[in-house]
């Protein structure tokens, strides 16, 4: 859903780069500089895990920063056991399960959903209520869910058995039980739900990607910049979506939308990838932290050791792994 602790940048630099590639000034949907904003020193903080299992990591966090969800394993009998791991206020709760595959996020009323495996098919989960089960399908090579928001809204995508081609899904809250085609762009996924239910995906082809937003009532536009050969979302959180577009240069330009005014500004470059952004429009991917152009590296890296930032809260708790003599959760508070 989805890394930091290097230097400061000059506030800009990317939002410059973007702007000047795209020739356009300061205008709505047009990549704009941002004067940024210093950046608070995160402080690392180890979470709890099972002490027998050889690998785990924090996943996902809600938006109120209560809920952590993650992944385990550990070897019982020879054969590798899939745990499912959820801290509540620290709090964790280990459970035994064969279809949690991997977490992919976490509501503020605990409900965890992430991906598995069914007969070799992709299936998605739920964990709600101390219960793991599997969510409801359409007839599908595979589905994948990609997140849930706070009304219990799960959003996803499935692939046709006949075209090879993705399809956006949505479970609605309203509907226990159910799912649907999303009224979307027919081919692509969904890629973040906030919330207040606008839905953010990727359309078109592998080659051309397009992205696109949906508002709560229903409207679909356009998700880009002007210039972009193309561009694929990754994620959203309040009015933000992060993601990156294709300029026509010899590499991709990573970017964050501001969904209402449709707005864009170009981030840091050194991050490796993108996984995450919160209402406050902090973003975190790889090993870095960005408050608009600039960012700096989460601590805990170093020789020998590396960290990733998964996802983080509206509050600015970061969660992910570090991964030195094996992997383990983290957070990242004060960020």
Request: hydrophobic share 40%; with cysteine; net charge neutral.
């Amino acid at each position: 859903m989805t890394q930091i602790a290097r230097r400061r940048i000059l506030a800009g630099v990317a939002a410059g780069l973007l702007t000047a590639a795209l020739g356009v000034a300061s205008t709505p949907g047009a990549a704009t500089a941002d004067p940024g904003r210093s950046i608070r020193l995160c402080a690392l903080r180890p979470l709890a895990y099972p002490a027998d299992s050889y690998r785990a990591s924090a996943d996902a966090i809600d938006p109120s920063g209560r809920y952590i969800a993650g992944s385990g394993l550990r070897t019982t009998g020879g054969v590798n056991q899939r745990l499912l791991l959820v801290w509540d206020g620290g709090r964790l709760t280990t459970v035994e399960s064969a279809i949690t595959d991997t977490v992919v996020d976490v509501n503020s009323s605990g409900v965890v959903v992430g991906n598995g495996w069914e007969n070799s098919i992709g299936r998605p989960w739920r964990y709600q209520a101390g219960r793991v089960e599997f969510l409801p399908v359409v007839p599908s090579y595979g589905i994948w869910v990609t997140g849930i928001n706070g009304a219990g809204d799960i959003i996803g995508y499935g692939t046709s058995a006949t075209t090879n081609e993705s399809f956006p899904l949505l479970w609605p809250a309203a509907r226990p039980g159910t799912v649907e085609v999303l009224d979307a762009p027919a081919t692509g996924q969904t890629d973040g739900i906030t919330e207040d239910g606008t839905i953010v995906g990727t359309g078109g082809s592998f080659t051309e990607p397009t992205g696109w937003v949906r508002t709560p009532d229903g409207e679909v536009r356009e998700l880009t910049v002007p210039g972009a050969r193309s561009a694929r979302v990754l994620g959203a959180g309040g009015r933000y979506a992060i993601g990156w577009v294709d300029l026509g240069g010899p590499n991709t330009v990573k970017v964050r939308w501001d969904l209402t005014s449709g707005a864009s500004i170009g981030i840091d470059p050194r991050f490796e990838w993108l996984t995450d952004v919160n209402r406050h429009g902090v973003v975190v991917g790889g090993d870095r932290i960005s408050r608009g152009t600039g960012s700096v590296v989460l601590p805990g890296g170093g020789t020998g050791v590396g960290i990733g930032a998964t996802a983080i809260s509206d509050n600015g708790i970061v969660v992910g792994f570090q991964n030195g003599t094996r992997i383990s959760p983290v957070r990242w508070t004060g960020c």
